[in-house]
């Protein structure tokens, strides 16, 4: 079977999941996690990609991000998975892949998706049941947005800075967006679509991914949520 094929365009973001070979762990202390946010650093200056928001979870990664050029995103890729799978080997002593083949992504339509697709990423900690809220997680971008703990990773979108007039009033109104009860349907769709690399959004974007990139992409299947393994990650 083909592989599905992940697109980017300039200025577009992309959800981008990354999970560790067979679901394992790729990260095991709190010098991994620095070493991976040190090489993201260095490979979205290199880039010229900006990071809207993440979260280093324990065996995946997720990434909002928005290229510069639509090789952006799969170089940033490489860089950061070469240089952290060489220090995870030389650190632990230990050969073979750590990531699960290639990574999935998915376009998304900033005016709908992309505060939706932020507070998704942010509360996966909190979905996993390894925390109570979103700011006792110190490996993502919660504190930031929430609350200004200072990141030389990120790059606000201009949807976070229309939340409100002020930087204060921004960070209270994402704070009221975490309050909000979870639209399940929503987070289906988020899933559905970085699983797939189909693009989030409505037909209208769809049409105009495909008018952009001479390519079909896929559709959703409309439908109820399938229940959730106890055991599945997020």
């Known amino acids: 079977m083909p592989r599905k094929t992940r697109m980017y365009l300039p200025g577009v973001p992309a959800h981008v999941v990354q999970r560790g070979n067979n679901r394992a762990a790729c990260f095991f202390c709190d010098d991994d996690y620095r070493y991976y946010l040190e090489r993201l650093g260095v490979g979205l200056r290199r880039c010229g990609v900006a990071l809207h928001a993440y979260v280093l979870m324990t065996n995946h990664v997720h990434l909002l991000l928005t290229p510069g050029s639509a090789e952006g995103i799969s170089h940033l890729m ?50 996993a049941g390894m925390v109570a809220t979103a700011e006792q997680y110190r490996w993502s971008s919660y504190r930031t947005h929430a609350w200004g703990e200072p990141s030389a990773l990120l790059e606000e979108h201009a949807l976070f800075t229309q939340l409100g007039p002020t930087p204060s009033a921004q960070r209270q109104a994402y704070r009221e967006l975490f309050a909000a009860p979870v639209d399940e349907r929503e987070i289906h769709e988020i899933r559905t679509s970085v699983a797939n690399n189909f693009p989030l959004g409505n037909a209208r974007f769809k049409d105009q991914i495909e008018a952009m990139t001479g390519r079909r992409v896929g559709h959703l299947t409309r439908g109820r949520p399938r229940r959730k393994l106890a055991t599945e990650d997020k």
């Open 78 to 127: 490489q860089h950061v998975g070469r240089h952290y799978v060489l220090y995870i080997n030389r650190h632990y002593r230990r050969s073979g892949t750590l990531w699960e083949g290639r990574h999935k992504a998915s376009l998304v339509q900033a005016e709908r998706y992309l505060l939706s697709c932020m507070r998704y990423i942010e509360l996966n900690p909190v979905t």
